[in-house]
């Protein structure tokens, strides 16, 4: 596991990955747009996506590796990372109020867990058929259908599958033809109709915080297994252990919300289910340090988050009146205010461009993304919306910690340039 230990902190930060944390030749980026180092330059209203690794969390998994560094041997070096992994288990099952009814397992990405949940469930029934029912592609992770049906999800052997079981798909749409959210008893009623129809056992995503925010299904069919994917993390911790006591595998990150670097990903999975506790792979360096990293910037959260709702409205107000008040950029329905919790609260806020008389899809705003974080403003990967794509500005927990959106006034600055300029313009300028 530790074979081939990385002499710096940087590399060891991107192990145990795939080609996503890559970082690229001369751009010293990943494809992510995000360094491996902190970088106090960049403008980050990406969280919904990936961020930038903080100073202080990347000081906390650099203490930890040089720990690592100085170990006397390989097996000192084994048990201190096994000791790491069991602490950052511990305070998951702590934080989201799930000591007792669950097991913390950690992966190498939300992505990872998504598979991991999957293959515990398929293992229950020995390897009878599944369906798994999950949003559109487009509001979940790139790689999360594949996963879900037990698949490969990156790489030369995408698409492969990873276990016995026979896992067919179906998704269900959550937004309409113009971009807008369809009602919430449309969507559960497509998710029924989903669970009636699926061949074999079906297993439903319960979408906790999909790409653009949304929640879906808001109430799962009745007798359906589920998987709740809250990979965004913008959840409260309560509802949390809500779900695990339903006996439903929780699938979380210290990324995206919590501003982690990329790839930490973890299964809070129920003690009740016959498939807890089975014996599997212990978590990687590279998973470790990313998530020791993510931790550290929980546990700074954590104690400003009772002020978190008054900031996130402020802002969210703020971002979204500016988006209004550009008649080159279309307000795209989000998340409704549903409770006092800051995560019943929106924290994405998604747009459409125009060019001329068309909207600009989610494959025309990627050179746009691509220029305005190579300019220092990033800002979560487009997204697509049906006939048109959405780009994203996400609050994340460093914001809600300082009390402050980082670098406000440039990023509202880079949002009125869009509608100064003319899209193709800038298209153009990004190749």
């Known amino acids: 596991m530790l074979k081939g230990f990385p002499r710096d902190l940087a590399s060891a930060l991107t192990s145990g990955g795939d080609s996503r944390l890559d970082i690229g030749g001369r751009s010293g980026l990943n494809k992510y747009l995000c360094p491996a180092l902190p970088d106090l330059g960049i403008v980050c209203a990406s969280s919904c996506t990936a961020s930038p690794i903080e100073q202080s969390s990347f000081d906390a998994a650099a203490a930890f590796f040089d720990a690592l560094s100085g170990a006397v041997s ?11 992994a069991r602490r950052i288990e511990q305070f998951l099952l702590r934080y ?32 009878a058929p599944m369906t798994a029912i999950l949003p559109s592609a487009s509001e979940t992770g790139t790689g999360v259908p594949l996963a879900a049906c037990g698949r490969v999800f990156e790489g030369p052997c995408r698409g492969q599958s990873t276990m016995p079981t026979e896992i067919g798909m ?64 913008r959840i409260d911790p309560a509802r949390v252990g809500a779900y695990l006591r339903r006996g439903w595998p929780v699938v979380l990150t210290g990324s995206k919300f919590f501003g982690g670097p990329a790839f930490s990903g973890a299964v809070l999975f129920p003690l009740a289910r016959p498939t ?55 307000p795209i329905g989000g998340l409704a205010r549903t409770g006092p919790h800051w995560a019943d609260r929106p924290s994405i806020v998604t747009f459409g461009v125009r060019d001329g008389g068309r909207t600009l899809s989610a494959e025309d705003l990627k050179p746009i993304h691509e220029r305005l974080a190579r300019g220092g403003v990033l800002l979560g990967q487009p997204v697509s919306l049906g006939a048109f794509g959405g780009l994203r500005v996400a609050i994340g927990a460093r914001d809600l910690v300082k009390g402050a959106l980082g670098g406000a006034d440039r990023l509202l600055e880079a949002i009125r340039e869009l509608g100064r300029a003319a899209a193709g313009s800038l298209a153009v300028a990004a190749e």
């Open 74 to 84: 390989a097996r000192s070096r084994l048990l201190l990372l096994q000791e790491e």
């Open 96 to 127: 989201f109020a799930a000591d007792g009814l669950a097991e913390a397992i950690l992966c190498p990405s939300g992505t990872d867990a998504v598979l991991t949940a999957a293959g515990l469930l398929a293992a229950e029934h020995g390897g």
């Open 170 to 233: 179906v998704e269900v749409a959550l937004r309409g033809p113009d971009g807008a959210p369809l009602p919430v008893e449309q969507v559960d009623a497509a998710y029924a109709s989903a669970v009636s129809a699926a061949p074999g056992r079906a297993v439903v995503y319960l979408t906790h915080g999909t790409k653009t925010g949304l929640i879906a299904p808001h109430h799962p069919p009745d007798g359906a297994e589920v998987i709740v994917d809250a990979c965004q993390a």
């Open 276 to 330: 807890a506790g089975l014996d599997r792979t212990a978590p990687g360096l590279g998973t470790v340090l990313r998530w020791t990293a993510a931790v550290e910037a929980m546990e700074r959260f954590s104690a400003a988050a009772g002020k978190a709702a008054w900031f996130l409205d402020g802002r969210v107000a703020a971002i979204t009146s500016e988006i209004a008040a550009n008649p080159a950029l279309v």
